[in-house]
């Protein structure tokens, strides 16, 4: 983004190579390896580097953290980078020291919609990490709850506040993205998370967001399928607008 107002959120993330892998673990000793086009935290990887020997120890979203792969020397870590690369593109990213929830990493999944010539919020979940997982997401066994109820274990007076902000953080991202990339986005999923200064962070933008289940039982209708034909229906509208 060259946005001026979503860029102070965004980590240090560049296309991976050996070279930037190596700066960005040596600026923030830890980095998550993400594929480009991935989906429900598959293929991620979170690489720390040992200073004292030098070695990388690499954890898989796919295992616990109980069972790293350990490479012994940069030549192993540049081999390493060259398996993933044959499969599919992939960025580092700057290791976050996130807040956590009973332990377990926490992220925010916010979806947007945009109708009526605006980005709505159209519903936001706390995504709670599996025991020893480097990621939250529930299809690598992450829980979903309510964000004000982990917010408020965090920031007991400030719940409501930080929650505001992470919305309107939401909507001027979708509002950046929009702006500047090619096409027409009328649905995003926003992944956020809070660091232990309390500050607010944008792991990522997704153009194709997966749908989690509902948090409660009764909801018959997801709430992104009225948004969806809220779009649908709005989009038509102005077409008819600009005819009439």
Not at 108 to 127: E, I, N, Q
Not at 143 to 168: C, D, G, I, N, T
Request: net charge positive; with cysteine.
């Amino acid at each position: 983004f060259t946005d001026g107002q979503v860029r102070p959120f965004l980590p240090h993330t560049q296309p991976l190579n050996l070279s930037e892998l190596i700066s960005i673990l040596t600026d923030y000793k830890r980095a998550y390896l993400k594929p480009v086009n991935g989906s429900q935290g598959q293929g991620i990887y979170l690489v720390e580097r040992e200073e004292v020997t030098d070695h990388f120890w690499v954890y898989s979203s796919e295992s616990a953290q109980i069972n790293p792969i350990v490479l012994n020397h940069i030549t192993q870590l540049s081999r390493f980078i060259e398996l993933l690369q044959k499969k599919e593109a992939y960025i580092a990213q700057q290791a976050i020291p996130l807040l956590t929830f009973e332990g377990q990493l926490v992220d925010f999944r916010f979806l947007l919609h945009y109708y009526k010539r605006h980005w709505h919020v159209t519903s936001s979940v706390a995504r709670v990490g599996d025991k020893d997982r480097i990621i939250s997401n529930q299809a690598q066994g992450g829980q979903l709850f309510k964000p004000l109820h982990v917010l408020k274990q965090w920031f007991p007076s400030e719940a409501k506040r930080k929650f505001k902000e992470m919305s309107a953080l939401s909507i001027k991202t979708a509002q950046a993205v929009q702006k500047w990339s090619d096409g027409l986005y009328c649905e995003l999923g926003l992944d956020l998370a809070i660091d232990k200064n309390g500050e607010i962070w944008i792991l990522e933008v997704n153009s194709k967001p997966s749908k989690t289940s509902p948090l409660r039982e009764e909801i018959q209708k997801r709430p992104s399928t009225r948004a969806l034909c809220q779009t649908c229906l709005s989009l038509f509208q102005e077409q008819i607008d600009s005819k009439t």
